[in-house]
């Protein structure tokens, strides 16, 4: 409110000085002074005027708060938003449209309303039912296709595109009171049936049959024909025929209930076909894919995921890929024949999956995720010929509520769906939008991006659901190319509203990318693409140099300071070209990077982008705000992406023991609020200009250092860890050396670590994970993996060799599990006999040795090459040099408080050697991962939320854990 006052009294201020300059004369007879009432009256009735649309501009600025607040999108009218935006920047920053403008919003243009079917049905589901087109050339013409529908009282209507009732109200059996949450049609022409689902698992397949008549108007008598032909209105009487359309039950079945205390419940239904069979594949509550035979006898039955809520939907796909099935965090190919999955499922990403479509068009392979949180991710499944999990676009982030998806030439329909449980979920506006995948594969400038071919708002109607007629891929029609000319139609059902509308829906086929590009001048298909022919090419093949570009141009239009408050006079759409060439320029004269730079065809919609690199990001954490205090949620900043840095979106971190350790000052005085953590594992989301070796997407890990002086012979050598001067700790550190951006006069920024949500972290301090580890376990490898890895490494052990492994903590775990893939007879040396079952059984070691038992170390005297030392606290040091044979290395990565206590000749009559080692170099932590992907090795772990980490840290101390807990940081 105060600042609305002040504003107030100055725009007062300003309008009275105009009142007053404008006639500056003093008035003295009843003429003048009369005159100067008026000129004073007029001016107060403009500035009146004024006033009130500076009131309204405060109503409206007032109304986006509140929206921006309670997470409520705010729609203004594009004269008073284009107003707004011209004032303030800002404001384009949180109207998305500013970036993503719809190309167009004109809906009567592309939706052609033709009637409203089955006006007095209560409608809860339909769909298209195809006809086989026996006639050639008579189809073209009129849509052969039926409306199926299926009512609030479970009943079955079919009715002609005419609106004729072909089928009226045909019960379904499901019963009373049940009601029926799934419909779906046979995948082919060649036997209509439908198969509908009910709120308790039953599932029923009725055959439909559709027979075409002649009509007994034509004088003889009714002569069914083999083959369906919808009636063609009015077209030629001689050829008028009418439909006669009948269902009948085939088969019902329901899955088989599963074990006692676990209740299975059936969640999604796809019929498929395959060569003359048809199967049903239906996914279950407990993450269980069923395959039925026609006749509703099982097939088999596996189980594809152990996400919550299990199989969450499933999409028909192409050839040998015949089934996508999605849970929460999965999606992967299900082979019905088998009855298992084809590879393994496909993961990565952080809010839970909501839907998923495959790929319109020109490129297949691909599939589109739609996530809860409004995003939509596009993953490559394929690289080549061999298979892949790959994140290949990402769409503008338009809504706060999660798409429901469709393919549809080229472009990706998304109709924004509430959850169910959502509240208020009637506010939102409901609309329609079609992404178009190839421009936003062209990559975004900074024009408008016109990712948004169109926003198709119906109100006050609101969409709820929609069924699509018409090759919904480009391309894959029988006239190739010229799919375009087939027409397209789409039946909407809206709240509130009875029946369904169909409408005739044109919308080109975007050229793909590379098309545009050859093409070059505009084209005159109905998208104008000249404007953005003269940028695409360039931005897509240079999406690096761009992202560092804008970075750069804004760093140098702000005077070079990253951070502050103004964000207010970022000219994000002042583009400077000089500097972009000078940029490419540069990056190609490098040695070394022949093609210029690295093609990214990642996009980050507008706003991320430039909020990603032109400024600090703050990030929502877990800290110790003092010494031994609890951790609890914060919120720390990360600078602005640099020209080498390499920006991550965090999605799990291990909790190490030293991790306690130093949250409880116990290891000498260190720097509070600590964020701690240097297990970090996530994804790439930006990277500065300089960086080749990572892109936006990559899957990386951060461990227990960030920075080092670079200068030293350790450093060069490739030993950060042992750097003269002190590496900087990822954690409870400071960027002390002047080469980093957080060097400050008095010493150098504080470090914080990797129990947050993101992280900004120099290229040379960023390693690969391998894609086929899973992402929260291979993260405990970037300390405890390479702790024990390095000394196997350095101290030169062989394959054949008999390694020792004292302790079984989180280090010990995967000193076993790396032993043993490096190939050595591996033993535990344990203090408790408990643990033997897991060391033999779970990490396969090949011996277990009780340290209190004499026998067990009598047995194992002077048998072992080598020893990890993994434990922390006070043990008899001269028992376990025992075990080693001549010339046998004793190496310590575990720290007990006391020091140690051993005779010499406990290691001079052998030639045996103590040693220590401190975790590992980068270039062999990468080493490190490459082998554990190598050898599928990652660390058993327990997952955890961010408000349990206080209560794992007491765990850790009592050795309470099997063997790391990872955080996972979408529950901070
Ligand atoms: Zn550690
Ligand atoms: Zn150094």
């Known amino acids: ?16 000085a105009g009142v007053w300059s404008s006639s500056p004369a003093p008035c003295h007879d009843d003429e003048s002074c009369k005159a100067r009432l008026d000129t004073i009256t007029s001016k107060l009735d403009e500035l009146r005027d004024e006033m009130r649309g500076k009131h309204l501009t405060l109503q409206a600025l007032e109304e986006i708060r509140g929206g921006i607040l309670s997470g409520r999108r705010v729609e203004l009218p594009s004269a008073q938003r284009q107003h707004l935006e011209k004032g303030s920047p800002l404001i384009s920053e949180v109207t998305f449209d500013a970036r993503h403008r719809p190309v167009s919003t004109n809906v009567s243009r592309h939706f052609q309303s033709q009637r409203v079917i089955a006006p007095n049905l209560d409608v809860r589901h339909h769909a298209f039912l195809t006809l086989k087109r026996s006639t050639p050339g008579a189809a073209k013409t009129s849509v052969p296709a039926l409306l199926v529908i299926v009512d609030a009282e479970s009943k079955l209507s079919i009715y002609s595109l005419d609106n004729e009732p072909l089928l009226d109200k045909f019960d379904l059996g499901h019963g009373a009171g049940r009601s029926i949450v799934q419909l779906e049609m046979s995948p082919t022409q060649e036997n209509h049936f439908i198969v509908t689902v009910d709120d308790d698992g039953n599932i029923r397949v009725h055959n439909i049959k559709i027979v075409a008549k002649k009509q007994k108007a034509e004088g003889g008598k009714d002569k069914d024909e083999a083959e369906e032909e919808p009636k063609a209105k009015g077209k030629d009487p001689k050829e008028a025929r009418t439909l006669n359309v009948t269902a009948s039950l085939a088969s019902s079945f329901t899955l088989s209930p599963g074990a006692l205390e676990e209740a299975r419940k059936l969640t999604v239904v796809l019929p498929i076909e395959r060569g003359s069979q048809t199967f049903f594949v239906a996914g279950d509550s407990l993450g269980g894919l069923s395959v039925f035979f026609r006749n509703g006898t099982m097939r088999g039955r596996v189980r594809v995921t152990e996400d919550p809520g299990g199989v969450k939907g499933l999409v028909r796909g192409q050839g040998q890929q015949q089934v996508l099935f999605y849970s ?20 990565g990403w952080n809010s839970p999956l909501v839907d998923l479509a495959m790929e319109p068009g020109y490129s297949t392979g691909r599939v589109l995720l739609a996530l809860q949180d409004g995003d939509v991710l596009v993953y490559a499944t394929t690289r080549g010929k061999s298979k892949a999990c790959d994140l290949a676009l990402k769409f503008p982030h338009v809504s706060v509520l999660p798409f429901k998806l469709h393919s549809f030439r080229g472009h990706v329909m998304a109709l924004p769906t509430p959850p169910d449980d959502m509240e208020k979920k009637d506010e939102y506006v409901r609309e329609i939008f079609f992404f178009n995948v190839a421009a936003m594969e062209n990559g975004y400038g900074s024009s408008p991006s016109r990712a948004i071919t169109l926003q ?36 909407i059902r809206f709240k509130d509203m009875r029946g369904v509308e169909v409408f005739d829906l044109t919308l080109r086929t975007p050229p793909p990318p590379k098309a545009a590009q050859a093409e070059g001048g505009g ?51 002042d583009f400077d070209e000089e500097l972009f060439k000078e940029k490419l320029r540069e990056r190609r004269a490098k040695p070394g990077s022949t093609t210029g730079v690295v ?6 919609s507008g706003s991320r982008l430039t909020s990603a690199l032109q400024s600090t990001m703050s990030c929502k954490c877990y800290a110790a705000l003092v010494p031994a205090g609890p951790l609890v949620p914060h919120t720390i900043e990360r600078r602005a992406v640099g020209p080498d840095d390499v920006a991550i979106d965090i999605k799990y971190a291990g909790i190490c023991h030293s991790d306690v350790h130093q949250a409880r000052e116990e290891w000498g005085s260190a720097i509070f609020p600590m964020v701690p953590g240097h297990e970090i594992g996530g994804f790439v989301t930006a990277v ?34 042992y750097c003269a001067t002190g590496a900087v700790m990822t954690y409870n550190g400071k960027y002390k050396y002047k ?14 670590g990797g129990y947050a949500q993101s992280i900004v972290v120099d290229k040379n301090y960023v390693c690969r994970i391998p894609d086929n580890l899973d992402l929260a376990g291979a993260t405990p490898l970037l300390c405890a993996g390479i702790t024990v890895y390095s000394p196997m490494a350095y101290n ?54 009780v340290m209190s038992n004499d026998s067990d170390v009598e047995a194992a005297a002077s048998s072992l090459d080598m020893i990890i030392d993994t434990i922390a606290a006070k043990h008899d040091i001269p028992t376990y040099l025992s075990f080693l044979r001549q010339n046998g290395k004793f190496v310590m990565v575990g720290v007990p408080a006391e020091p140690l206590d051993f005779h010499a000749f406990s290691i001079i009559p052998k030639r045996k050697t103590i040693t220590g080692s401190l975790i590992g170099g980068i270039r062999e932590t990468q080493e490190m991962l490459d082998f554990c992907g190598k050898h599928n090795i990652i660390c058993p772990h327990e997952l955890i939320s961010g408000d349990k980490i206080s209560e794992s840290y007491d765990r850790v101390v009592k050795s309470d854990v099997k063997y790391r807990f990872v955080i996972d940081t979408s529950t901070f």
């Open 1 to 16: 409110m105060g600042r609305c006052a002040w504003l107030l009294i100055a725009l007062t201020r300003q309008a009275w």
């Open 328 to 347: 929460s965090h999965a999606f992967g190919f299900f082979s019905p024949s088998q009855v298992d999955l084809q590879y393994a499922p496909c993961t």
């Open 456 to 491: 198709a708002s119906f109100k006050p109607k609101q969409p709820e659901n929609l069924a699509l007629l018409g090759q919904p891929t480009a391309g894959a029609g029988a006239q190739g190319g010229g799919g375009d000319k087939a027409k397209s139609q789409i039946a």
């Open 523 to 573: 084209s005159s298909n109905g998208w104008d693409f000249s404007s953005i022919m003269s940028w695409f090419p360039k931005i897509g093949v240079f999406g690096i140099a761009l992202i560092g570009v804008i970075f750069w141009n804004i760093k140098k239009v702000t005077g070079g300071g990253g951070g502050g408050g103004g964000a207010t006079d970022l000219p994000t759409d």
């Open 599 to 604: 093609p990214v065809k990642i996009e980050v």
């Open 688 to 721: 500065g200009p300089n960086v080749t070796s990572f892109k936006v997407g990559d899957k990386v890990g951060v461990g227990c250092m960030v920075d080092s002086c670079r200068e030293c012979q350790s450093c060069k050598e490739g030993d950060e860890n």
């Open 739 to 752: 080469h980093c951006l957080e060097y400050t006069e008095d010493g150098g920024k504080p470090t914080y």
């Open 796 to 849: 030169g052990l062989k394959a054949g060799q008999k390694l020792g492994v004292a302790g079984l903590g989180g280090l010990g775990a995967m000193a076993v599990m790396i032993g043993k893939a490096w190939g050595c007879e591996v033993t535990v040396l344990s203090r408790s006999e408990g643990k033997r079952d897991e060391a033999m059984k779970e990490l396969k070691a090949d011996k277990f040795v």
